[in-house]
């Protein structure tokens, strides 16, 4: 089948450049300063320049030539029909901890997509593996210089990743790190942790290797294998005990020390999850080197404490505060997963102290959909809130990533208004940061002191 030329433009934002060029939805972008455009990387990489010459092709075949000056990486205002321009790249491995293996049947079709697509990486900071990659591949991001890219790496014993990855060639692809250190890409790894087989000496391997990337290898997660009781005919895979998650964190927090005093950076993490098993207190913010790998689940219970307690503290310093303890007179529960439950008592009783009118019930949600052994919020399904929350007051926050991204949908296909008319309550949606979680408890807006009938924050984003 012969490929369609060029690109078709979705939208045009008003008062853009291509707005006043006349560019109009319906038309075809064909190249950009003589070069055809492969890709969203193409593209945005050529249109850097102050000086462009644009071709696009109108619906009935006309071909315009833009002449076109703007400020350096001033957009276009073009919005394409793919984000990507281009097809997804699925993911090509059948890793043994893959989460997609273990979900359910009969679930909405996009969960079921493996992406393994490198354009993701810089454009949304997913993780990829580099299995899909080819040397081409590598050289234009080394000669558009993108950056970061998010690499799931899992070990750098050859062998052993292909075994993880039941890939052949996924030894191969790690000579990519070395390619990308050579021409200062900056880089994050992952590993993800499986028992018995990635961690004890095989950690340590690939935790020294990584370092030899620093420092344009900027950060490494360590996160737990999640484990769904959905895992009929895969290999098998335990959770770590407590006594095993203490083990993981001593090795890292040792070569932390050791990097530090070399490069200035901790670069190695464990993720929140580890802290928790090992019944830990979580790091100190200054570990966490500005919370590089906040969305993969490393820092994200310390930034929040940080981001509550200092909100707190700055309303109760206000001349408002006074007036606004007496005011708050309400009840409400906190639904959140077993990982947060735990801090989110000690942020709703630092609340309820502040405010003595103010009545906050957290609970704890086991996951029964997907397993107990799955303990973020992230993966909680409308159900599992409906069966287990006990109406306290008349509203119920929730984490917003539970939440399809800005969607009212949960995995399950439940809406917030399904799970609010199961329970009697208003069901609000609240966002990560720690000031959002204080304001959506006093049912208050940013500004000091002002009300907001309409409260609700969905700018959710999944882990």
């Known amino acids: 089948m012969k490929k369609e030329k060029g690109h078709l433009i979705k939208e045009v934002i008003p008062d853009s450049i291509a707005d006043q060029m006349e560019v109009a939805p319906g038309d075809i972008l064909l190249e950009v300063n003589g070069e055809e455009i492969e890709d969203v990387f193409d593209y945005r990489f050529l249109i850097k320049d102050e000086e462009l010459t644009v071709l696009i092709e109108k619906p009935d075949g006309e071909q315009w030539e833009l002449e076109i000056e703007k400020d350096y990486e001033e957009e276009l205002g ?5 984000d990507l321009m281009s097809e997804y790249h ?7 901890f893959c989460f997609i293996d273990q979900m359910p049947p009969n679930m909405r079709e996009t ?10 990486s810089f454009l949304q900071g997913n993780y990829i593996t580099l299995t899909n990659m080819k040397e081409k591949d590598i050289d234009r991001i080394i000669r558009f210089h993108l950056a970061p890219i998010n690499i799931s790496v899992h070990t750098t014993n050859p062998e052993l990743r292909c075994r993880m990855l039941n890939n052949r060639f996924a030894g191969r692809s790690l000579a990519y790190l070395k390619k990308l250190y050579d021409h200062q890409i ?11 087989v990635n961690d004890g000496a095989e950690l340590e391997r690939t935790m020294d290797d990584l370092s030899r990337y620093l420092p344009f290898m900027r950060s490494v997660s360590v996160v737990p294998a999640g484990v769904t009781r959905f895992r009929e005919g895969l290999d098998p895979i335990e959770a770590f005990t407590k006594e095993e998650a203490c083990d993981i964190i ?7 020390k050791l990097y530090f005093e070399k490069y200035g950076l901790h670069f190695i993490h464990a993720s929140d999850e580890f802290y928790a098993c090992a019944g830990r207190e979580y790091p100190e913010e200054e570990r966490y080197d500005g919370y590089i790998q906040l ?3 490393v820092g994200m219970m310390r930034l929040l404490r940080e981001e509550f307690t200092e909100s707190l503290r700055t309303r109760m310093e206000s001349p408002e505060y006074m007036q606004e303890k007496e005011m708050v007179r309400r009840e409400l529960t906190i639904a959140t997963g077993k990982l947060a439950c735990g801090l989110l008592n000690q942020l709703a009783d630092l609340a309820m102290k502040a405010y003595p009118h103010l009545k906050i019930h957290v609970c704890g949600i086991r996951n029964d959909f997907f397993g107990e052994s799955i303990t973020v919020s992230g993966l909680i399904t409308g159900q599992d809130l409906v069966h287990q929350v006990k109406k306290a007051g008349d509203t119920l926050l929730i984490p917003s990533n539970m939440l399809r991204m800005g969607e009212e949908v949960f995995l399950d296909d439940l809406t917030l208004t399904d799970v609010g008319t199961a329970l009697g309550m208003r069901v609000v949606p609240v966002d990560t940061p720690g000031e959002d979680l204080l304001c959506a408890m006093l049912e208050k807006d940013y500004s000091m002191g002002r009300e907001n009938d309409n409260f609700v924050y969905i700018n959710a984003y999944d882990r």
């Open 90 to 96: 699925s993911c090509c491995n059948r890793c043994i």
């Open 78 to 82: 073009i919005v394409f029909e793919n």
């Open 295 to 297: 969305e993969n689940g």
């Open 186 to 196: 900056e880089m994050n790894g992952q590993i993800v942790l499986c028992k018995g």
């Open 250 to 256: 001593d090795r890292i927090e040792k070569r932390q």
């Open 111 to 120: 969960l079921y997509f493996k992406d393994d697509d490198s354009r993701l």
